[in-house]
């Protein structure tokens, strides 16, 4: 995707604080009505509508009237969201050339202050692993793009965490320099896809060392899942540097043995195909391990002793939960298929109400009302884990806010009885009428509407009782 950041520098305070307010309002609405994003933005001296016109011009909204009428963000207005938010961090300060384009991700180059680039990576899930997640029924037969919004932040969030942890155990990965929603900055690696790679010096030893990476991955108790030419940077020393994390499982995953071979294989099958290697003079000792080599030369999942405590202690430390881990497995390709093989049958005539029952429902809850604010700290910098997060410590990475952001957010969030009562309704309607399986959620005037008595949802009430 084309990121033309031109249009950066001549957004107003007033663009960005309504742009925030359709990211609050998307929290528990697919399309947020403009009535809303009044409310939430709550502009000194008015305007909105003017604002609103602004975005969409330039492609940082969506105006969608197919359900009710309202705003959606798109990627572009996300990344907007993102870079300025790790512009006024002091971040970086400048955008360069696009680097890469991954299955699920734009790369581009970022300068800082004193000249330094850094690689940034923009999350976009949902870009071609779309199918293989439609298969997996759940949260997103409904197909909003605010979930893969939320989907690429967890991703970001997720790669961010895996990468400090993995620096920080000595494994050659780019250094993890900060993290906002779905928009990672990393150290800049100087090397080329190995894919890109014809000759190597010594394939042998470059063949040893990226083995013995899976093999030490494996006994830190990870599994990278998509280990493969695409993702190992090699340098002109032949140093090896892997990337790309959100996928990562734990050697405890019902499909780590799986995993872990196909990640062995990949590398086996380019190493013979690119580079002619047979593999039987492998020796069996790689990276020191002690690790059993099957007739092939293949290392045995089995054999290796495999720690454990990685995933759990240092990723939760770092502000991704286990919780969080199984929300993205659901939805990552080489993550949990459970629901694949679950015979349950695909939808396709995309309404929202024939479609959901009551796990779905539930679903929805966890997915945008719930789960958000651990992550959603760039807006909600003042929730209870970010809270306790600052007490810690913690005040790098994804949870960290910058100032004019969190006052902006603040006003914004100290919203008056009145909204948040509104709001409590119209959830509740929405609830109501996807229960009682009406396919159109609203009408254009859902919010202002009294709303009588409906379903109880206590997910949706404590978050918003929280605001
Ligand atoms: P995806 O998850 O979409 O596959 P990757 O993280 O693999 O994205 O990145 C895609 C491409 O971008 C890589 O193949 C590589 O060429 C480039 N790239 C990614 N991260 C860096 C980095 N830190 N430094 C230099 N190039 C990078
Ligand atoms: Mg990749």
Redesign the pocket.
Known sequence: MKLNVDALRYLSKDDFRVLTAVEMGMRNHEIVPAELVDRIASLKHGGTYKVLKNLLKHKLLHHDSSKYDGFRLTYLGYDFLAIKALVNRGVFLSVGRQ???????D?FEVATEDGTVL?M?LHRLGRVSFRAVKSKRDYLRHRSSFNWLYLSRLAAVKEFAFMKALEEHGFPV?NAVDCNRHCVI????QGY?LVQVKQLQNPEMVFERIIGLVIRLAEHGLIHCDFNE??I?IDDDEKVTM??F?QMVSVDHRNAQMYFDRDVECVFKFFRKRFNMSFHEIPDDIDDSEVDMDESGRPCFSSIAKGSGFLDKDLAASGFTRKDQEDIEKFVEGGIEKDADSGDEENEDGGLASELNESDISGVDSLHLVEQPTLNCDVDGRGEENEQKAEAGQTNGPETQDASDEEDNETMISKDAELTKRLRNQNRRVIASVRGGRKNLASRNTYKDKGGRSSHNSKIQKQLSSW
Do not use: Q, R, T
């Open positions: 680097i890469g384009v991954g299955k699920e991700s790369i690689a990576k780019p990393m150290s800049l690696v896809p695409f993702n940077m990337i790309d959100p």
